[in-house]
């Protein structure tokens, strides 16, 4: 590779900054370590703790903790009572689990292409998709910043579909002032060390929904049950049914803990997020041929990723370089996502490229930039300075 377009040596740093990372302090520790000191490691009193926890943040009745936040989104579609035959509309431009959770229960998933400024399932393409198999809309709050959820909700009452908002990027984020995880009727939280707190693995789903509650308490637990109200019959004290097929997805209470623990934090982390986010904002606007994020007047991103598209017209050389010229420079920069249907898997199903073109220019052009609460102010104007670095090295003059 020639490196003669590469950005000066000095700006490079030392090690890699990764795109994200946790931030755990003692009291994270001391959490972790009373349960392991304690007498429950699982099925103890930390999860109905953190649940409460959670639930109360999100403003909701129920919370269910799940090992992560893939069997959460499983667990959704379950409860949705999502099968073989079944529609499930959602967007390319995610994790792949926010639409495997659709394969899992035997139902087929339907991309609708993002929309080109907020990168988030355009609402104006959905209804077209909808027909008798349709059975629920997933949504994803693509970088923190929530979808269109008044529109997505009316929807899905207009035509008698669930809503699951898959919300792994956007715990603590508004739309129209409301907390994100009072729109949909399920809404998924992970807990992974890169979201905005962590389990270590860890997921939730939070609902108001009594149904649904009771639902996703089985299926996490094999499909059983001990509840003598729901029982067909009751042999006696011992006795518990299994009358779904359930999994054991139950998470251990050492994760419930540090979720806990983690969570007082969470308010102080977003705010960080924002912070750094004002800094980027500001220390790169203007840069001709990058794009920066664009934020709804109506949305109030939590901020999970920051992501900046390059425009091809403007450089001279692909993406794939202007990428690996950062990652020389030891600066961790990521691309989210591969539209989930361009894996091979899916290829395989017989989605085609070209299905969601908004999303997949997007994916050509993006970059995403570190972005985490423990980032230092130095951390943030070393990556400011590189991307202009890169920028100058690469740029066409016209
Ligand atoms: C992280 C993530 C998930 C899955 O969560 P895990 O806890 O890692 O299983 C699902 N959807 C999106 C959009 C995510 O970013």
Redesign the pocket.
């Known amino acids: 590779m020639d490196h003669s377009h590469d950005a000066p040596a000095s700006l490079k740093r030392d090690a890699m900054l990764p795109y994200g990372q946790q931030w755990l302090d003692d009291a994270d520790i001391e959490a972790v370590v009373n349960v392991l000191r304690g007498d429950f490691i699982t099925q103890g009193p930390s999860i109905l703790a953190f649940e409460q926890k959670v639930a109360d943040y999100a403003g909701t009745t129920y919370a269910v903790a799940f090992t992560?936040?893939?069997?959460?989104?499983h667990g959704a579609c379950f409860a949705a009572n999502i099968g073989p035959g079944d529609e499930v509309i959602t967007t390319p431009l995610?994790?792949i689990?926010?639409s495997n959770c659709v394969l899992y229960q035997g139902g087929t998933p339907v991309f609708v292409d993002v929309d080109p400024h907020t990168y988030n399932i355009d609402p104006d393409h959905i209804e077209q998709h909808i027909n008798e198999k349709t059975r629920a809309i997933i949504g994803?709050d693509?970088t923190g910043q929530p979808i269109q959820a008044d529109r997505i909700k009316q929807l899905a009452d207009t035509h008698n579909l669930v809503f699951i908002e898959?919300a792994?990027?956007s715990l603590g984020a508004e739309y129209k002032g409301i907390k994100i995880g009072k729109w949909a009727h399920m809404t998924?939280f992970?807990?992974?060390p890169?979201?905005h707190v962590t389990s270590g693995?860890?997921?939730i789903i939070v609902t108001d929904d009594e149904h649904y509650y009771r639902k996703l308490l089985h299926f996490r637990n094999h499909g059983m049950t001990r509840d003598p109200a729901e029982l067909q019959r009751n042999d006696g004290p011992w006795y518990y049914e299994m009358q779904s097929l359930g999994y054991n997805y139950r998470m251990t209470d050492l994760q419930a803990a540090l979720g806990a623990s983690q969570m007082d934090k969470l308010d102080s982390f977003i705010e960080r997020r924002r912070a750094i986010v004002e800094q980027y904002n500001h220390e790169l606007a203007g840069l001709e041929g990058v794009v920066l994020p664009y934020q709804a007047p109506e949305a109030h991103s939590s901020w999970?990723l920051y992501v900046i598209r390059w425009e091809p017209e403007y450089f001279s050389v692909s993406r794939r370089e202007l990428f690996e010229q950062f990652r020389a420079m030891n600066i961790g920069v990521n691309v989210h996502y591969i539209p989930v249907y361009l894996q091979p898997y899916y290829q395989e199903k017989g989605y085609r490229q070209g299905l969601c073109p908004v999303a997949e220019h997007y994916y050509d052009t993006c970059i995403t930039l570190p972005l985490f609460p423990k980032m230092t102010d130095e951390d943030v104007k070393d990556v400011c300075n590189i991307v202009r670095s890169v920028y100058e090295q690469n740029r066409i003059n016209r």
Do not use: W
């Open positions: 992560n936040g893939t069997a959460a989104l995610t994790f689990a926010s994803v693509f898959d792994a990027h998924m992970s807990f992974h890169v979201k693995e860890g997921g999970h």
